[in-house]
Antibody
């Protein structure tokens, strides 16, 4: 059974940093692209970043480019999101998500974690 | 980034009704289009990918169509368990943008 478990969320002051992690199990992690998607309270889904199987190719949305960095450690089956210069607009539930298709082509997401809540407030 | 626009933003329909939600991309995305269902307090579930391919385990009353810039999600006979918010998503060439969502309620 595929499991994705996020950690690292919490309360952070504006301007601060946070690093989210997603522990994956139940599938061959290194064979699938992975992504982060966030959802602000009462709002819709917003794609944040994606990463290829090897980690060589990364993609970030325009709203977080230069501020957030996605990475992965295939030896530990773990996905990360480094978030810097946080502002109130970054307050959201952050989900990690697994690609439907293995290999190197663009794919939608077939499994989602329950999310890590990030609150940016003074 | 590609902009995805869904309509309507919300709708109310009766059990058994045929429901259609449209999604328009700001540029051509071939068939790199997925639909998700999100029930309150739950994570999104993939319904359809490649514009018209039903994900395993999804009821056959759900169907998708379209290519290029215009897409449609159809529920052939609305059921009470279909009350949810539906999102389209493009996954074309290194972006994965979602539409703003369509909330489906029972009349």
């Amino acid at each position: 059974e595929v499991q994705l478990v996020e950690s690292g969320g919490g309360l952070v002051q504006p301007g601060g940093s946070l690093r989210l992690s997603c522990a994956a199990s139940g599938f061959t992690f290194s064979n699938y692209g992975m992504s982060w998607v966030r959802q602000a309270p009462g709002k819709g889904l917003e794609w944040v970043a994606s990463i290829s199987t090897s980690g060589y190719n990364t993609y970030h949305s325009g709203s977080v480019k230069g501020q957030f960095t996605i990475s992965r450690d295939n030896s530990k089956n773990t996905l990360h999101l480094q978030m810097d210069s946080l502002s109130a607009e970054d307050t959201a539930l952050y989900h990690c998500a697994k690609d439907l298709s293995s290999g190197g082509w663009y794919s939608p997401f077939d499994h989602w974690g329950q999310g890590a809540l990030v609150i940016v407030s003074s | 980034d590609i902009l995805m626009t869904q309509s309507p933003s919300s709708l109310s329909a009766s059990v058994g009704d045929r429901v259609a939600i449209t999604c328009r991309a700001s540029q051509g995305i071939s068939n790199y289009l997925a639909w998700y269902q999100q029930k309150p307090g739950k994570v999104p579930q993939l319904l359809i990918y490649a514009a018209s391919t039903l994900q395993s385990g999804v009821p056959s009353r759900f169907s998708g169509s379209g290519s290029g810039t215009d897409f449609t999600l159809t529920i052939s006979s609305l059921q009470p368990e279909d009350v949810a918010t539906y999102y389209c998503q493009e996954y074309y060439r290194g972006t994965w943008t979602f539409g703003q969502g369509t909330k489906v309620e029972l009349k």
